[in-house]
């Protein structure tokens, strides 16, 4: 998964604001203890990332 489709993905679900505020503060612990930016720096591949946050926040199935 591409890093634009995952942020479109999040801005989907969560909002633009919302998704960039989860992003840089929400530390999940799926992620080793990183926020989504940490763990996409740190070289998390996206669909991971995108499988954490729907975990975390139960996103139904139909929009994982």
Do not use: N, Y
């Amino acid at each position: 998964m591409r890093i634009t489709v995952f942020r479109r993905l999040m801005a989907d679900e969560f909002g633009s604001g919302r998704a960039q505020v989860l992003a840089r503060d929400h530390v999940l612990s799926g992620l080793g203890g990183r926020t989504v930016d940490q763990a996409l720096t740190a070289g998390i591949p996206a669909k991971e990332i995108w499988r954490e946050v729907c975990d975390a926040f139960d996103v139904p199935r139909e929009r994982r």
